[in-house]
């Protein structure tokens, strides 16, 4: 019976192992390539050493992977305070989040895997969402200070249009914010110098997008 019981948790553990590999890097990474791609693995930029920072990501959440299984949610969120722009206040908001979610779930049948995913998506959201907005801050920054003629509105407008084309530039710049954030996280300086050059030449690539915009 014990044996049953070990059994079945090793292969909870394995499906727990797979989602975190699928969830971190869906749309971000290209396994085993040190290469971090934007939406589609046709926008990619390889970086010497991505794949360890992806690794070392990976690791804070199987390591306290037993803490998510006995649902101390707030207490498997706690390592992740270290990552660039989260903080304890910003986790609690999370474990709220996740709260919220999981009481408008109440009555519905669901495994843990969907749990684990549903967990992980806030997490991973607001890790990314947090950095690249820095970016965009950064892009109306640039705006501003090259043209007179566009205030943040008409430049927010701009942005959005090339949101929703997808634009390439868009894409990778998302997921170079979100490296960066984990290279600087995890000590990774040359890395994280990488990911700001990077990020000046497209952020620069985007501001030159928006300019020309206006002259149509």
């Given at each position: 019976m ?22 971190i ?7 085993g390539s040190?290469t ?12 010497r ?5 992806v ?7 199987i390591?306290?992977?037993?803490l ?33 979610r999981l ?30 907005n ?9 705006v ?16 959005d249009?090339?949101?929703m084309k ?8 998302y ?11 995890f000590?990774?300086?040359k890395v994280?110098?990488t ?22």
């Amino acid at each position: 019976m014990r044996y049953l019981s070990v059994l079945k948790k090793n292969m909870k553990l394995k499906k727990l192992y797979n989602a975190t590999d699928n969830l971190i890097e869906q749309q971000f990474y290209l396994s085993g390539s040190d290469t971090i791609i934007g939406r589609t693995p046709e926008v990619s930029l390889k970086i010497r050493n991505s794949g360890l920072i992806v690794k070392r990501f990976k690791d804070l959440f199987i390591k306290n992977i037993d803490l998510f299984l006995e649902q101390k949610y707030l207490k498997f969120f706690k390592p992740f305070k270290d990552i660039k722009g989260l903080d304890e206040n910003h986790l609690q908001e999370l474990y709220q989040e996740i709260q919220i979610r999981l009481t408008a779930l109440h009555g519905t049948e669901f495994d843990v895997l969907i749990l684990y995913t549903i967990v992980l998506s806030v997490l991973i959201s607001s890790i990314r969402n947090i950095n690249f907005n820095d970016s965009i801050k950064e892009i109306i920054k640039r705006v501003k200070q090259k043209s007179n003629n566009m205030n943040q509105n008409q430049i927010q407008i701009e942005l959005d249009k090339l949101f929703m084309k997808n634009n390439k530039n868009i894409s990778i710049l998302y997921n170079i914010s979100y490296l960066d954030a984990l290279a600087e996280s995890f000590n990774f300086n040359k890395v994280a110098r990488t990911c700001k050059i990077q990020k000046g030449l497209y952020i620069n690539r985007i501001v030159n997008l928006i300019l020309d915009s206006t002259h149509f």
